[in-house]
């Protein structure tokens, strides 16, 4: 007979959503979902519980605390416990799946609770690479907000010819709302018909 193993740590409620603190029981790992898809299918089982905000087009990693403060990569955000701040992570009841926008992924469990960072950072290195290709070089603005980012992301790149001529970046607030930003859209069919091309 097998006794069953108890999780370190469970979620608090049955009934809603519960924020709770980073840096007590786990950190988090945050990525914009589309990269998450692509760094969990090179996870495999190697993958803890995942947690998938559609809200935001967001996805999260457990880890373990104090593991992850010093990574680096393209719109991939730690989320730990500061000295001088809280920082909380909404955090869905066990038993939620993707009928609900803030769901489980892959459900916590004895054998799916934290993932190892050692696993993870080089499945996200690879997912924001494969995801949101080369490192564009020095600041860009953005095609929306017109502000500086520091991690642009390409959006298109239009071509007349052989020749590139227009790049379009976007912030990574910015990134996720453009293929159905219908203003920016009509703007450049407007700047297309005005130049006497169309598609």
Known sequence: MTTPRTLPWTPPNTEDIVPLPVGRWWDAVSAPTTVADRA???LGRDSGAVIQDDTYGKTYWLIRT????S???????????LADESTLLGVPPATWGPEHPTHWRIPLGPDRYL?????????????V????????EGRQLCYRCQLPTDEPVLLTMEHSGSVASATIYACPTHARDYPRDAVTRAAAIHRALDQGRTR
């Not at 690479?129 to 564009?136: E, Q, S, T």
């Open 66 to 69: 104090n593991t992850a403060r």
């Open 129 to 136: 690479d494969d995801v949101l290709g080369p490192v564009p």
């Open 115 to 127: 993932t190892d960072p050692d696993h993870l950072v080089p499945a996200l290195r690879r997912a």
């Open 71 to 81: 990574w680096c990569l393209r719109q991939i955000r730690v989320l730990t416990e």
């Open 40 to 42: 969990l299918e090179l």
